[in-house]
Protein backbone atom coordinates (compact mmCIF):
# COMPACT_ATOMS: atom_id res chain seq x y z
CA UNK A 1 0.00 0.00 0.00
CA UNK A 2 1.63 2.98 -1.33
CA UNK A 3 1.59 5.99 1.93
CA UNK A 4 -0.55 9.00 1.37
CA UNK A 5 3.10 11.29 0.67
CA UNK A 6 2.58 9.94 -2.80
CA UNK A 7 -0.26 12.23 -3.15
CA UNK A 8 0.88 15.41 -2.47
CA UNK A 9 3.67 16.01 -5.33
CA UNK A 10 6.76 18.03 -3.70
CA UNK A 11 9.28 19.53 -5.73
CA UNK A 12 12.69 17.45 -5.67
CA UNK A 13 15.54 18.85 -4.18
CA UNK A 14 18.49 19.31 -6.63
CA UNK A 15 21.95 18.71 -5.75
CA UNK A 16 24.13 21.51 -5.83
CA UNK A 17 27.28 21.74 -8.11
CA UNK A 18 30.31 23.78 -8.68
CA UNK A 19 29.75 27.69 -8.77
CA UNK A 20 30.42 28.77 -12.02
CA UNK A 21 33.85 31.26 -11.00
CA UNK A 22 35.60 27.96 -9.54
CA UNK A 23 34.96 25.69 -12.28
CA UNK A 24 37.98 25.09 -13.01
CA UNK A 25 38.74 22.86 -9.92
CA UNK A 26 36.16 20.46 -11.49
CA UNK A 27 33.22 18.39 -10.00
CA UNK A 28 31.99 19.62 -6.35
CA UNK A 29 33.00 17.07 -3.92
CA UNK A 30 30.63 15.33 -2.14
CA UNK A 31 30.49 12.77 0.83
CA UNK A 32 30.21 9.83 -1.63
CA UNK A 33 33.38 11.06 -3.31
CA UNK A 34 35.35 12.41 0.14
CA UNK A 35 34.99 8.66 1.72
CA UNK A 36 36.34 7.03 -1.53
CA UNK A 37 38.83 9.33 -1.85
CA UNK A 38 39.61 8.99 1.88
CA UNK A 39 39.35 5.34 1.53
CA UNK A 40 42.73 5.38 -0.87
CA UNK A 41 44.69 7.27 1.20
CA UNK A 42 44.22 5.37 4.51
CA UNK A 43 44.82 2.21 2.71
CA UNK A 44 47.76 3.91 1.24
CA UNK A 45 48.85 5.18 4.92
CA UNK A 46 48.46 1.52 6.35
CA UNK A 47 50.62 0.14 3.57
CA UNK A 48 53.31 2.38 4.51
CA UNK A 49 52.74 1.64 7.91
CA UNK A 50 53.22 -1.81 8.00
CA UNK A 51 56.47 -1.63 5.50
CA UNK A 52 57.34 0.64 8.41
CA UNK A 53 57.00 -2.35 10.94
CA UNK A 54 58.51 -5.01 8.67
CA UNK A 55 61.32 -2.61 8.40
CA UNK A 56 61.87 -1.56 12.05
CA UNK A 57 61.66 -5.54 12.85
CA UNK A 58 63.73 -6.90 10.37
CA UNK A 59 66.07 -10.35 11.56
CA UNK A 60 69.89 -8.53 10.99
CA UNK A 61 70.46 -12.50 11.11
CA UNK A 62 68.65 -13.78 7.86
CA UNK A 63 69.76 -15.35 4.48
CA UNK A 64 68.75 -15.97 1.21
CA UNK A 65 70.82 -17.31 -1.57
CA UNK A 66 71.05 -13.96 -3.53
CA UNK A 67 72.12 -12.62 -1.08
CA UNK A 68 75.92 -13.48 -2.46
CA UNK A 69 74.79 -11.68 -5.82
CA UNK A 70 73.01 -8.74 -4.79
CA UNK A 71 74.84 -5.96 -2.64
CA UNK A 72 73.63 -3.27 -0.65
CA UNK A 73 75.30 -0.09 -0.81
CA UNK A 74 74.68 2.37 2.11
CA UNK A 75 71.71 0.88 3.13
CA UNK A 76 70.24 0.77 -0.77
CA UNK A 77 70.17 -2.59 -2.41
CA UNK A 78 72.43 -2.42 -5.29
CA UNK A 79 70.91 -3.91 -9.09
CA UNK A 80 72.67 -7.24 -9.96
CA UNK A 81 74.63 -6.52 -13.22
CA UNK A 82 72.47 -5.76 -16.73
CA UNK A 83 75.55 -5.40 -18.30
CA UNK A 84 74.77 -8.81 -20.54
CA UNK A 85 71.17 -9.24 -20.04
CA UNK A 86 70.05 -8.28 -23.73
CA UNK A 87 72.52 -9.76 -26.69
CA UNK A 88 73.70 -7.47 -28.88
CA UNK A 89 70.58 -8.38 -31.22
CA UNK A 90 68.34 -7.91 -29.31
CA UNK A 91 70.13 -4.04 -28.36
CA UNK A 92 70.37 -3.48 -32.02
CA UNK A 93 66.11 -4.36 -32.30
CA UNK A 94 65.53 -2.17 -29.48
CA UNK A 95 67.33 0.50 -30.68
CA UNK A 96 66.06 1.16 -34.49
CA UNK A 97 63.11 0.92 -32.03
CA UNK A 98 64.01 4.22 -30.05
CA UNK A 99 64.72 5.43 -33.62
CA UNK A 100 61.71 4.85 -35.17
CA UNK A 101 59.67 6.45 -32.33
CA UNK A 102 61.84 9.18 -32.05
CA UNK A 103 61.59 9.64 -36.27
CA UNK A 104 57.72 9.12 -35.43
CA UNK A 105 57.50 11.66 -32.95
CA UNK A 106 59.64 14.02 -35.31
CA UNK A 107 57.09 14.02 -38.06
CA UNK A 108 54.58 14.63 -36.13
CA UNK A 109 55.67 17.64 -34.78
CA UNK A 110 56.86 18.72 -38.19
CA UNK A 111 53.10 18.29 -39.45
CA UNK A 112 51.77 20.27 -36.54
CA UNK A 113 53.88 23.18 -37.82
CA UNK A 114 52.92 22.50 -40.98
CA UNK A 115 49.49 23.57 -40.21
CA UNK A 116 50.22 26.38 -37.32
CA UNK A 117 52.45 27.92 -39.99
CA UNK A 118 49.68 27.76 -42.39
CA UNK A 119 47.88 30.06 -40.19
CA UNK A 120 50.27 32.09 -38.36
CA UNK A 121 51.59 34.57 -40.88
CA UNK A 122 53.56 37.51 -38.63
CA UNK A 123 51.53 40.03 -39.98
CA UNK A 124 52.35 42.50 -37.10
CA UNK A 125 56.32 42.11 -38.02
CA UNK A 126 57.46 44.17 -40.45
CA UNK A 127 58.35 42.52 -43.83
CA UNK A 128 61.62 41.68 -43.84
CA UNK A 129 61.63 41.49 -47.79
CA UNK A 130 63.24 43.58 -49.88
CA UNK A 131 60.89 45.60 -51.58
CA UNK A 132 61.83 47.75 -55.24
CA UNK A 133 59.83 50.07 -56.00
CA UNK A 134 60.57 51.27 -60.16
CA UNK A 135 60.68 55.01 -60.68
CA UNK A 136 60.93 57.34 -63.71
CA UNK A 137 63.30 60.01 -62.26
CA UNK A 138 64.32 61.66 -58.97
CA UNK A 139 61.48 63.55 -58.08
CA UNK A 140 59.12 60.11 -58.44
CA UNK A 141 61.95 58.50 -56.21
CA UNK A 142 61.47 61.33 -53.77
CA UNK A 143 57.83 60.69 -53.11
CA UNK A 144 57.71 56.98 -53.56
CA UNK A 145 60.33 57.43 -50.77
CA UNK A 146 58.29 60.03 -48.34
CA UNK A 147 55.28 58.08 -49.46
CA UNK A 148 56.60 54.80 -48.02
CA UNK A 149 57.94 56.37 -44.84
CA UNK A 150 54.73 57.90 -43.84
CA UNK A 151 53.09 54.08 -44.75
CA UNK A 152 55.17 53.28 -41.55
CA UNK A 153 53.33 49.81 -39.93
CA UNK A 154 49.82 48.32 -40.46
CA UNK A 155 47.17 50.17 -38.24
CA UNK A 156 45.80 46.49 -37.74
CA UNK A 157 47.38 45.95 -34.57
CA UNK A 158 46.47 48.77 -32.39
CA UNK A 159 42.52 47.98 -32.33
CA UNK A 160 42.92 44.37 -31.29
CA UNK A 161 41.14 43.51 -27.98
CA UNK A 162 43.26 42.31 -25.66
CA UNK A 163 42.04 38.70 -25.11
CA UNK A 164 42.46 38.22 -28.77
CA UNK A 165 45.85 39.21 -28.73
CA UNK A 166 46.88 37.01 -25.73
CA UNK A 167 45.13 34.45 -27.79
CA UNK A 168 47.28 35.38 -30.82
CA UNK A 169 50.67 35.41 -28.39
CA UNK A 170 49.88 32.01 -27.15
CA UNK A 171 49.93 30.80 -30.78
CA UNK A 172 53.09 32.42 -31.69
CA UNK A 173 54.47 30.77 -28.23
CA UNK A 174 53.56 27.42 -29.01
CA UNK A 175 54.99 27.27 -32.91
CA UNK A 176 57.79 28.98 -31.30
CA UNK A 177 57.79 25.92 -29.09
CA UNK A 178 57.24 23.00 -31.45
CA UNK A 179 59.79 24.53 -33.65
CA UNK A 180 62.67 24.41 -30.53
CA UNK A 181 61.26 20.66 -29.95
CA UNK A 182 61.99 20.05 -33.63
CA UNK A 183 65.49 20.64 -33.65
CA UNK A 184 65.99 18.90 -30.36
CA UNK A 185 64.23 15.69 -31.63
CA UNK A 186 66.64 16.41 -34.93
CA UNK A 187 69.72 16.85 -32.90
CA UNK A 188 68.85 13.33 -30.75
CA UNK A 189 67.74 11.58 -34.18
CA UNK A 190 71.12 11.98 -35.70
CA UNK A 191 73.13 11.32 -32.72
CA UNK A 192 70.96 7.84 -32.58
CA UNK A 193 71.72 7.47 -36.42
CA UNK A 194 75.80 8.31 -35.49
CA UNK A 195 75.80 5.60 -32.59
CA UNK A 196 74.17 3.03 -35.22
CA UNK A 197 76.57 3.22 -37.46
CA UNK A 198 79.26 3.41 -35.42
CA UNK A 199 78.24 -0.21 -34.39
CA UNK A 200 78.35 -1.73 -37.81
CA UNK A 201 81.92 -3.27 -39.43
CA UNK A 202 83.42 0.01 -41.72
CA UNK A 203 86.41 0.96 -41.45
CA UNK A 204 86.45 4.51 -39.54
CA UNK A 205 88.31 7.32 -37.97
CA UNK A 206 87.80 9.74 -35.53
CA UNK A 207 89.05 13.31 -36.86
CA UNK A 208 91.23 15.39 -34.35
CA UNK A 209 90.81 18.86 -33.85
CA UNK A 210 93.15 20.08 -36.57
CA UNK A 211 91.84 18.50 -39.23
CA UNK A 212 88.07 19.90 -38.17
CA UNK A 213 86.66 22.72 -40.40
CA UNK A 214 84.37 23.83 -37.46
CA UNK A 215 85.01 22.10 -34.16
CA UNK A 216 82.05 20.66 -32.43
CA UNK A 217 81.82 19.25 -29.06
CA UNK A 218 80.56 15.78 -30.46
CA UNK A 219 83.32 13.65 -32.29
CA UNK A 220 83.42 13.64 -36.00
CA UNK A 221 84.25 10.11 -37.71
CA UNK A 222 85.31 9.75 -41.02
CA UNK A 223 84.99 6.50 -43.08
CA UNK A 224 87.39 4.64 -45.49
CA UNK A 225 85.40 4.63 -49.03
CA UNK A 226 84.82 1.29 -49.91
CA UNK A 227 82.83 -0.35 -52.40
CA UNK A 228 79.62 -1.58 -51.03
CA UNK A 229 78.53 -4.91 -52.25
CA UNK B 1 52.87 60.75 -63.93
CA UNK B 2 51.69 57.70 -62.21
CA UNK B 3 48.37 58.17 -60.17
CA UNK B 4 48.73 58.10 -56.50
CA UNK B 5 48.17 54.46 -55.21
CA UNK B 6 45.94 53.81 -52.03
CA UNK B 7 47.87 52.00 -48.97
CA UNK B 8 46.86 48.20 -48.79
CA UNK B 9 47.01 46.41 -51.34
CA UNK B 10 44.26 45.24 -53.48
CA UNK B 11 41.74 48.27 -53.27
CA UNK B 12 42.49 48.90 -49.42
CA UNK B 13 41.88 45.95 -47.78
CA UNK B 14 44.25 46.54 -44.99
CA UNK B 15 42.31 48.77 -43.35
CA UNK B 16 40.55 48.31 -40.04
CA UNK B 17 36.69 47.13 -40.29
CA UNK B 18 34.32 46.39 -37.81
CA UNK B 19 34.54 42.58 -37.96
CA UNK B 20 35.19 42.66 -33.71
CA UNK B 21 31.33 42.71 -32.84
CA UNK B 22 32.06 39.14 -33.95
CA UNK B 23 33.73 38.02 -30.43
CA UNK B 24 31.19 37.72 -28.79
CA UNK B 25 29.30 34.28 -30.65
CA UNK B 26 30.68 30.83 -30.04
CA UNK B 27 32.77 30.03 -32.58
CA UNK B 28 31.74 27.50 -34.65
CA UNK B 29 32.96 23.68 -35.69
CA UNK B 30 36.35 22.85 -36.22
CA UNK B 31 38.44 25.41 -37.75
CA UNK B 32 36.86 28.71 -36.31
CA UNK B 33 37.75 30.80 -33.82
CA UNK B 34 36.25 33.75 -31.61
CA UNK B 35 38.40 35.75 -33.47
CA UNK B 36 37.82 39.07 -35.23
CA UNK B 37 38.39 40.01 -39.41
CA UNK B 38 39.11 43.04 -40.12
CA UNK B 39 38.19 44.15 -43.48
CA UNK B 40 39.34 47.13 -45.77
CA UNK B 41 37.83 50.45 -45.82
CA UNK B 42 36.65 52.22 -48.10
CA UNK B 43 34.01 50.07 -49.76
CA UNK B 44 35.46 47.13 -51.89
CA UNK B 45 37.64 44.82 -49.97
CA UNK B 46 39.03 41.87 -51.16
CA UNK B 47 41.28 40.72 -48.83
CA UNK B 48 41.09 40.52 -44.74
CA UNK B 49 43.32 40.11 -41.69
CA UNK B 50 41.89 37.40 -39.15
CA UNK B 51 43.05 37.79 -35.61
CA UNK B 52 42.53 35.28 -32.68
CA UNK B 53 44.56 31.57 -32.17
CA UNK B 54 45.58 32.42 -35.91
CA UNK B 55 46.72 35.48 -37.31
CA UNK B 56 46.47 35.07 -40.78
CA UNK B 57 45.11 36.55 -43.98
CA UNK B 58 41.97 35.46 -45.56
CA UNK B 59 39.33 35.78 -47.82
CA UNK B 60 35.74 35.42 -47.84
CA UNK B 61 34.53 32.04 -49.28
CA UNK B 62 32.10 32.62 -52.50
CA UNK B 63 31.32 29.27 -51.28
CA UNK B 64 30.39 28.95 -47.99
CA UNK B 65 30.84 25.35 -46.30
CA UNK B 66 33.37 24.08 -49.42
CA UNK B 67 37.11 24.07 -48.87
CA UNK B 68 39.34 24.01 -52.09
CA UNK B 69 42.59 22.08 -50.45
CA UNK B 70 41.61 21.50 -46.84
CA UNK B 71 42.13 25.04 -46.00
CA UNK B 72 40.95 26.58 -42.45
CA UNK B 73 38.25 28.29 -42.54
CA UNK B 74 37.10 30.73 -39.36
CA UNK B 75 33.97 32.06 -38.61
CA UNK B 76 33.23 35.57 -37.58
CA UNK B 77 29.59 36.19 -36.23
CA UNK B 78 27.78 39.39 -36.75
CA UNK B 79 25.10 41.49 -34.65
CA UNK B 80 22.20 39.67 -36.00
CA UNK B 81 23.70 36.38 -35.41
CA UNK B 82 24.52 35.46 -38.74
CA UNK B 83 28.16 34.08 -39.68
CA UNK B 84 30.32 34.82 -42.06
CA UNK B 85 33.24 32.30 -43.43
CA UNK B 86 36.38 32.84 -44.60
CA UNK B 87 39.07 30.78 -45.81
CA UNK B 88 42.60 30.86 -45.04
CA UNK B 89 44.62 32.16 -47.53
CA UNK B 90 48.39 30.09 -47.33
CA UNK B 91 51.32 31.73 -48.14
CA UNK B 92 53.29 28.30 -48.54
CA UNK B 93 51.06 27.69 -51.32
CA UNK B 94 50.61 30.89 -52.96
CA UNK B 95 52.85 32.93 -54.09
CA UNK B 96 50.27 35.66 -54.41
CA UNK B 97 49.49 35.74 -50.28
CA UNK B 98 53.20 35.97 -49.92
CA UNK B 99 53.22 38.66 -52.00
CA UNK B 100 50.60 40.78 -49.93
CA UNK B 101 52.34 39.72 -46.60
CA UNK B 102 55.36 40.73 -48.00
CA UNK B 103 53.90 43.93 -48.07
CA UNK B 104 52.89 44.72 -52.30
CA UNK B 105 51.16 47.98 -52.14
CA UNK B 106 48.25 47.08 -55.00
CA UNK B 107 47.68 43.72 -56.26
CA UNK B 108 44.83 45.66 -58.20
CA UNK B 109 43.05 42.37 -57.97
CA UNK B 110 39.78 43.99 -55.78
CA UNK B 111 35.62 42.94 -56.51
CA UNK B 112 34.31 43.16 -59.97
CA UNK B 113 37.61 42.91 -61.47
CA UNK B 114 38.46 40.91 -64.07
CA UNK B 115 41.52 38.49 -64.33
CA UNK B 116 43.27 36.59 -66.29
CA UNK B 117 45.13 33.79 -64.43
CA UNK B 118 47.99 32.25 -66.64
CA UNK B 119 49.59 29.11 -64.68
CA UNK B 120 46.51 28.33 -62.75
CA UNK B 121 47.35 24.82 -62.10
CA UNK B 122 44.92 22.98 -59.00
CA UNK B 123 43.62 26.22 -58.96
CA UNK B 124 44.48 26.67 -55.47
CA UNK B 125 45.16 30.54 -55.56
CA UNK B 126 42.53 30.70 -58.14
CA UNK B 127 40.22 30.23 -55.94
CA UNK B 128 40.95 32.78 -53.55
CA UNK B 129 41.63 35.33 -56.56
CA UNK B 130 38.12 34.34 -57.30
CA UNK B 131 36.53 35.19 -53.67
CA UNK B 132 38.09 38.54 -54.11
CA UNK B 133 36.96 39.77 -56.98
CA UNK B 134 33.24 38.25 -56.07
CA UNK B 135 30.07 37.54 -58.40
CA UNK B 136 30.72 40.43 -60.26
CA UNK B 137 33.64 39.87 -61.40
CA UNK B 138 35.35 36.80 -63.60
CA UNK B 139 38.34 34.92 -63.28
CA UNK B 140 39.75 33.33 -66.31
CA UNK B 141 42.38 30.48 -65.49
CA UNK B 142 44.76 28.95 -67.42
CA UNK B 143 46.54 25.82 -66.73
CA UNK B 144 47.94 23.47 -68.97
CA UNK B 145 48.61 19.59 -67.01
CA UNK B 146 45.46 17.93 -67.67
CA UNK B 147 46.03 16.49 -64.22
CA UNK B 148 46.10 19.61 -62.32
CA UNK B 149 43.08 20.42 -64.88
CA UNK B 150 40.96 17.99 -63.56
CA UNK B 151 41.18 19.80 -60.05
CA UNK B 152 40.58 23.44 -61.94
CA UNK B 153 37.39 22.30 -63.55
CA UNK B 154 36.33 21.02 -60.54
CA UNK B 155 36.88 23.95 -58.65
CA UNK B 156 35.13 26.09 -60.90
CA UNK B 157 31.96 23.78 -60.55
CA UNK B 158 31.28 25.50 -57.32
CA UNK B 159 33.28 29.08 -57.79
CA UNK B 160 30.73 29.89 -60.63
CA UNK B 161 32.47 33.01 -61.56
CA UNK B 162 36.29 30.72 -62.88
CA UNK B 163 36.38 30.09 -66.06
CA UNK B 164 38.74 27.03 -66.44
CA UNK B 165 41.09 27.09 -69.43
CA UNK B 166 42.89 23.71 -70.26
CA UNK B 167 45.47 24.85 -72.37
CA UNK B 168 49.05 25.98 -73.10
CA UNK B 169 48.99 29.92 -72.13
CA UNK B 170 52.02 30.24 -75.30
CA UNK B 171 49.00 29.88 -77.65
CA UNK B 172 46.05 32.44 -76.14
CA UNK B 173 45.09 32.72 -80.19
CA UNK B 174 43.46 29.07 -79.47
CA UNK B 175 41.41 30.39 -76.04
CA UNK B 176 40.80 33.97 -77.44
CA UNK B 177 36.96 33.20 -78.19
CA UNK B 178 36.70 32.22 -74.47
CA UNK B 179 38.46 34.88 -72.48
CA UNK B 180 36.99 38.75 -73.09
CA UNK B 181 39.17 41.97 -72.02
CA UNK B 182 40.62 41.87 -68.68
CA UNK B 183 41.64 44.69 -66.04
CA UNK B 184 44.27 42.31 -64.36
CA UNK B 185 46.87 39.49 -65.90
CA UNK B 186 48.39 37.17 -62.84
CA UNK B 187 51.07 34.91 -64.34
CA UNK B 188 52.66 32.10 -62.24
CA UNK B 189 54.49 30.33 -65.31
CA UNK B 190 57.42 29.05 -63.99
CA UNK B 191 58.66 29.00 -67.62
CA UNK B 192 62.29 30.62 -68.86
CA UNK B 193 59.69 32.72 -71.45
CA UNK B 194 57.47 33.88 -69.44
CA UNK B 195 58.10 37.17 -71.05
CA UNK B 196 56.68 36.34 -74.53
CA UNK B 197 54.00 34.55 -72.68
CA UNK B 198 52.85 37.58 -70.73
CA UNK B 199 53.31 39.96 -73.74
CA UNK B 200 51.31 37.91 -76.22
CA UNK B 201 48.39 37.39 -73.63
CA UNK B 202 48.37 40.86 -72.82
CA UNK B 203 48.40 41.86 -76.64
CA UNK B 204 45.37 39.75 -77.06
CA UNK B 205 43.26 40.23 -73.64
CA UNK B 206 44.61 42.74 -71.61
CA UNK B 207 42.52 46.36 -71.56
CA UNK B 208 44.44 49.54 -72.34
CA UNK B 209 45.72 51.05 -68.48
CA UNK B 210 45.58 47.20 -67.40
CA UNK B 211 48.35 45.84 -64.86
CA UNK B 212 50.17 42.52 -64.47
CA UNK B 213 51.49 40.78 -61.58
CA UNK B 214 53.69 37.88 -62.35
CA UNK B 215 55.63 35.59 -60.22
CA UNK B 216 59.33 34.71 -61.46
CA UNK B 217 62.58 33.22 -60.47
CA UNK B 218 64.77 36.27 -59.22
CA UNK B 219 67.24 35.22 -61.81
CA UNK B 220 64.90 36.32 -64.33
CA UNK B 221 65.00 40.05 -63.26
CA UNK B 222 66.75 41.49 -65.81
CA UNK B 223 65.01 40.24 -68.44
CA UNK B 224 62.08 42.04 -67.53
CA UNK B 225 63.61 44.43 -70.29
CA UNK B 226 62.74 42.75 -73.04
CA UNK B 227 59.18 43.18 -71.85
CA UNK B 228 59.83 46.86 -71.05
CA UNK B 229 60.71 47.22 -75.04
CA UNK B 230 57.89 45.52 -76.69
CA UNK B 231 55.02 46.82 -74.68
CA UNK B 232 56.02 50.00 -72.97
CA UNK B 233 55.15 48.26 -69.84
CA UNK B 234 56.21 49.87 -66.38
CA UNK B 235 57.09 48.12 -63.01
CA UNK B 236 55.74 49.39 -60.52
CA UNK B 237 57.32 47.50 -57.46
CA UNK B 238 58.86 43.93 -57.27
CA UNK B 239 58.91 41.93 -53.91
CA UNK B 240 61.16 39.15 -52.87
CA UNK B 241 59.19 36.32 -51.76
CA UNK B 242 60.84 35.48 -48.72
CA UNK B 243 60.76 33.76 -46.42
CA UNK B 244 58.19 31.37 -47.59
CA UNK B 245 59.96 30.88 -51.30
CA UNK B 246 63.31 31.02 -52.33
CA UNK B 247 64.76 33.01 -55.16
CA UNK B 248 61.26 34.10 -56.11
CA UNK B 249 59.75 37.66 -56.52
CA UNK B 250 56.54 39.04 -57.28
CA UNK B 251 56.61 41.93 -59.93
CA UNK B 252 53.73 44.34 -60.34
CA UNK B 253 53.43 46.82 -62.96
CA UNK B 254 51.19 48.67 -65.66
CA UNK B 255 51.06 48.15 -69.15
CA UNK B 256 50.89 51.54 -70.52
CA UNK B 257 50.33 52.44 -74.05
CA UNK B 258 48.60 50.19 -76.54
CA UNK B 259 49.66 47.58 -78.53
CA UNK B 260 52.20 48.24 -81.15
CA UNK B 261 51.68 45.28 -83.63
CA UNK B 262 55.05 46.10 -85.62
CA UNK B 263 56.73 46.64 -82.92
CA UNK B 264 55.45 43.06 -81.39
CA UNK B 265 55.82 41.41 -84.55
CA UNK B 266 59.35 42.69 -84.53
CA UNK B 267 60.47 41.77 -80.69
CA UNK B 268 58.85 38.15 -80.77
CA UNK B 269 61.49 37.18 -83.47
CA UNK B 270 64.01 38.43 -80.81
CA UNK B 271 62.16 37.74 -77.46
CA UNK B 272 62.56 34.25 -77.51
CA UNK B 273 64.06 31.81 -74.87
CA UNK B 274 65.69 33.43 -72.02
Redesign the interface.
Known amino acids: MSSLRNAISRRPHKERSQPHSRRKFGLLEKHKDYVERAQVFHKKEQTLQKLREKAAFRNPDEFYFRMMKAKTVDGVHKLENETNKYNTDELLLMKTQDMGYILQKLQSEKKKIEKLAAVLHSLDSQPSNRHIYYAEDREEAKEIQSRSKKRGKLPTSDDVFDDIRSKTAISYRELEARRNRVSQLEKLYMDMALQKELQKKGRKRKLREDELACPTSKPVYKWRSERKR | ??P?RG?GSGGGF???GDG?KG?GGGGGGRGSDR??A?GGRGGGCGVF?A???????VTKNLVPGEVVYN??RIYVHNEDATKVEYR?W???WSKLATAI????DEIWIKPGARVLYLGAASGTTVSHVSDIVGPTGVVYAVAFSHRSGRDLVNMAKKHTNVIPIIEDARHPSKYRILVGMVDVIFSDVAQPDWARILALNASYFLKAGGHFVISIKANYIDSTQPVEAVFQS??????????YERDHACVV?AIVSQRNPKLLSEMLGGIGSM
Open positions: MRPRRGRGRGSMIKGKEDAIEKVNPFIGGVEPFEQVMLEPG
